[in-house]
């Protein structure tokens, strides 16, 4: 089996990726950013190599002797990071990682970016691969900066990319999505508007495979997928499952969004100069108001992407995994 590279393999996608595929015969190497990160990788049987992935003269030794590189590295948003951050790990290392990928005679990158790049889905329609572009924050913003500049060296240089746009994460062990699973099974969370917005999460295991066929199917070159689960319930109807699967009483106040709005625009304004993380920010708040719909028909017509976990035996093997953990 072909030797593959994961950038990002400390993080709960890249960690799961590396693990399956080492399962699956594969030979893996991974980079970590953080020396924490090493010993969970390291468990799953894949070569760890621990380095920042804009540290030029480190990634040329990683891709070494590489058929694919799936490349998960990003910087999630965290108070008081600069925008220079996310453009250097989005956007820079990302045409770094492709130009030694070509050195080295890598066939192919998956280049891993978001649904984020379209923004809210406006009308009454799901948003395909061609919908137009409305980044809302910085995060999203360099991601789609990424895609433009891993096509554009790929044309470059002559390197395969694939790149792929999954919908919000969830699985066991998940921390990103903590807030809203674990929040309602703990019965903290409160929604704010109407709940209307639809959120479209993939369950990692699919999303998985849909990294795996985006890196061997061959008409995939040059193309770009949304990966996300079939089912889009909106915000309420998501809410009202998990409560269910938690067994606890759905949350039943909704309060207005402006007032925290405005409490988050000035939570920000305190905190992040500081570099601390405000307890209530407009990014959360966004979360409430913004429809995440998609259409993953190209995904399914053109690669045989098939999602195969529905939406509630995701959550209740999320929930059983926060319990092991003692998170709910």
Known sequence: MP??????????????????????????????????????????????????????????RAVEGVDVIYHLAAVFRRAGVPDSEY??????????????????????????????????????????????????????????????????????????????????????????LFKLIGGVARRRFRILGSGRPRFQMVYVDDLIEGFLLAADHPDADGRTYILTGLEAPTLLELVNQIAEVANVPAPKLRFPVWPFWLVGAACEAVCV????????????????TSNRWFDTSRARQELGFRPKVDLRTGLVRTLESYRQLGWV
Request: aromatic share 6%.
């Open 273 to 288: 100069p500081f570099r601390i993380e405000p307890p209530i920010f407009r990014r959360r708040v966004k979360f409430f």
């Open 87 to 176: 453009r250097s790990v989005h956007v820079d290392a990302t045409r770094e990682l492709i130009e030694a990928a070509a050195r080295s005679g890598v066939r192919r990158v998956v280049h891993c970016s978001t649904v984020g790049v379209h923004g809210h889905v406006r009308g009454d329609v799901p948003a395909t691969e061609d919908a137009p572009f409305h980044p809302m924050d910085i995060y999203q913003q360099t991601k789609l900066e990424g895609e433009w500049m891993a096509r554009e060296t790929a044309r470059r240089v002559g390197m395969q990319v694939t790149v792929v746009r999954p919908g919000p994460i969830y699985g066991p062990g998940d921390r990103r």
């Open 3 to 60: 030797t593959v590279l994961v950038t990002g393999a400390g993080g709960f996608t890249g960690l799961a990726l590396a693990r399956t595929l080492v399962d699956r015969g594969y030979t893996v190497r991974g980079l970590v950013r953080s020396a924490a990160s090493q010993g969970e990788l390291a468990a799953t049987g894949a070569e760890v190599v621990c380095g920042d992935v804009r540290d030029g003269s480190l990634v040329r």
